[in-house]
């Protein structure tokens, strides 16, 4: 069974530009969750989708950056413009169930560079 | 808010030898996970704790968890090179049913 996975797996762009993360959830997981690692500091929450549809999305930092997921299935992150304290690793996971015990899988993550 | 510490951020010791990871956590949580990350790859479930006093074991890993105290250790036992790793705790956060906060990691170096 294949498992979460993300792409790209690294990326360097310069601030101002665009870039959209993508992930593929594992098959039949209703639930996408997007984290992220800046440099030296906790892993934190953005946001979980159900589905199709945002679940919460306390943890966004600001408007520029915008999740989908379209039709249930891979999500999309997109940061647009990139700033310098936007770069970081960004986790995607997901998970069948909600209830107590429920592991959510993670995938490899990617890199954002923004210099 | 819930706030996740963990500690040691860094540990380096020499293979055979014992050691314990810490994890506080701020407020009730109903669950906590440990997880392993190596480098470049995704983050590999260790333990899921749901109960006080719950204790789980896993090769040369055990993790407990006592929340009265609100603390989750896991704790190494003759150590190997192959668990040079970073470990992450990661608390439920309560009136969620999934959002985790995570600890800051313990980067584990194993020396021969």
């Known amino acids: 069974e294949a498992g979460v996975t993300q792409f790209p797996s690294h990326s360097v762009i310069e601030k101002g530009q665009t870039v959209t993360l993508r992930c593929d959830p594992i098959?039949?997981?209703?639930?996408l969750y997007w984290y992220r690692r800046v440099m030296g500091k906790e892993i934190k929450f953005l946001l979980h989708?159900?589905?199709?549809?945002?679940?919460?999305e306390s943890g966004m930092p600001n408007n520029r950056f915008l999740a989908e997921r379209t039709g249930g299935t891979y999500s999309t992150l997109k940061v647009q413009p990139a700033e310098l304290e936007d770069s970081g690793v960004y986790f995607c996971?997901?998970?069948?169930?909600?209830?107590?015990?429920?592991?959510?899988?993670f995938g490899q993550g990617t890199r954002l560079t923004v210099v | 808010e819930l706030k996740v510490e963990q500690n040691p951020l860094f540990l380096s010791m020499q293979e055979g030898k014992n050691y314990t990871i810490y994890c506080n956590y701020s407020?009730?949580?109903?669950?906590l996970y440990w997880y392993r990350q190596d480098p470049g790859k995704s983050l590999e479930s260790l333990f899921v704790?749901?109960?006080?006093?719950a204790v789980k074991q896993e090769g040369r890993l055990m993790a407990s968890l006592d929340t009265k105290a609100r603390l989750s250790t896991l704790h190494i036992t003759a150590a190997v090179h192959d668990l040079s790793a970073t470990y992450f705790c990661?608390?439920?956060?309560?009136?969620?049913?999934?959002?985790?906060?995570f600890g800051t990691g313990t980067r584990l170096q194993v020396t021969l």
């Open positions: 996971a997901s998970s069948q169930g909600r209830g107590l015990g429920t592991e959510a899988f």
């Open positions: 407020t009730t949580s109903d669950r």
């Open positions: 704790l749901l109960s006080n006093g």
């Open positions: 990661a608390v439920g956060d309560p009136g969620t049913a999934s959002k985790l906060t």
């Open positions: 098959s039949g997981h209703d639930n």
């Open positions: 989708f159900v589905k199709e549809s945002k679940q919460d």
